[in-house]
C-alpha cells in the first residue's frame, strides 16, 4: 500500500515558477515509478512526466519539455516537479501517481491532487 500526499500548488504569474513535491508512505516506495499527471477544467486528465524507480529514465509531455523537471529521493521517499517558465494552459490540478514498473497507471496509487493557476 502507498499513500501519496501532494503539495506545493498554488497561483502564479505567467512565466513564475513552482515546485510540486509528492510525498509518499510505505517501505516500498524505491519499487515504485513515479510520475506526474494533470487535468484542466473540462479536460481528461493527461501525462505530464513520468520517471522510473531508479531516477534514471525520465520522459515528458511534448507540452512540458524542457520546461518541466521531474525527480526523486528515494531517502526521503519524495518525488518533485520543478515547472519553470510557466503558462496559462498549465492551469490545472496536479496529481501524483505509483505504479509498479511495467504496470498501468490506472492500476497504481494516486493522490488528491494539488491545484496549480496560472494568471496571464
Known amino acids: 500500500q502507498v499513500q501519496l500526499v501532494e503539495s506545493g500548488g498554488g497561483w502564479v504569474q505567467a512565466g513564475g515558477s513552482l515546485r510540486l513535491s509528492c510525498a509518499a508512505s510505505g517501505r516500498t516506495f524505491r519499487s515504485y515509478a513515479m510520475g506526474w499527471f494533470r487535468q484542466a477544467p473540462g479536460k481528461e486528465r493527461g501525462f505530464v512526466a513520468t520517471?522510473?524507480?531508479?531516477?534514471?529514465?525520465?520522459y515528458y509531455a511534448d507540452s512540458v519539455k524542457a520546461r518541466f523537471t521531474i525527480s526523486r529521493d528515494n531517502a526521503k521517499k519524495t518525488v518533485y516537479l520543478q515547472m519553470n517558465s510557466l503558462k496559462p494552459e498549465d492551469t490545472a490540478v496536479y496529481y501524483c501517481a505509483a505504479t509498479r514498473e511495467g504496470s498501468s497507471w490506472s492500476a497504481g496509487y494516486w493522490g488528491q491532487g494539488t491545484q496549480v493557476t496560472v494568471s496571464s
Open positions: 520517471i522510473s524507480w531508479s531516477g534514471t529514465s525520465t
